[in-house]
């Protein structure tokens, strides 16, 4: 149980702190800038924004554990990455498709599929570890 506890807690903190080391780097490619004065409103509307796609990620890895026994390695970081897209779809498609390719939307869809990468990855090592713990 402590062990579900730890994964529950830490996964989503990993997954965001990610997210925002990848938005720092992609600003640092893009604009030769550091994320500076920002920071404050990428950690609140990141976080928010995360914060939502928390329980997607959960129930997304639920789903595909469930339904598949092996491959979890591939499956979970593929299923997170692409369920990662949707807050880029909805934060930018209301202003037209070519602001999905602005600079601005790879920023944010640098922080989001780093997030969910990481957190598809923790999930893989949680129920490798937990399976190696329990048997």
């Known amino acids: 149980m402590a062990i579900t506890a730890i994964y529950?807690?830490?996964?989503?903190?990993?997954?965001?702190?990610?997210?925002?080391?990848?938005?720092?780097?992609m600003l640092r490619?893009?604009?030769?800038?550091?994320?500076?004065a920002e920071l404050g409103t990428v950690v609140f509307w990141g976080s928010?924004?995360?914060s939502v796609m928390i329980p997607v990620?959960?129930?997304?890895?639920?789903?595909?554990?469930r339904r598949f026994k092996h491959n979890a390695l591939l499956l979970f970081p593929a299923a997170c990455l692409l369920i990662s897209f949707l807050p880029?779809?909805?934060i930018f498609a209301p202003f037209g498709s070519h602001a999905l390719f602005s600079e601005?939307?790879?920023?944010?869809t640098a922080f989001f599929t780093a997030a969910g990468?990481?957190?598809?990855?923790c999930s893989w090592l949680f129920r490798k570890f937990k399976w190696r713990f329990n048997h």
């Open 48 to 50: 928010a924004v995360f």
């Open 57 to 65: 990620y959960f129930t997304v890895v639920y789903l595909i554990a």
């Open 8 to 25: 529950i807690v830490l996964t989503p903190v990993l997954a965001f702190l990610s997210g925002l080391l990848s938005y720092s780097m």
């Open 117 to 121: 990468i990481i957190f598809g990855l």
């Open 29 to 36: 490619l893009l604009w030769n800038e550091s994320i500076g």
């Open 88 to 90: 880029v779809l909805l």
């Open 104 to 108: 601005q939307s790879a920023l944010v």
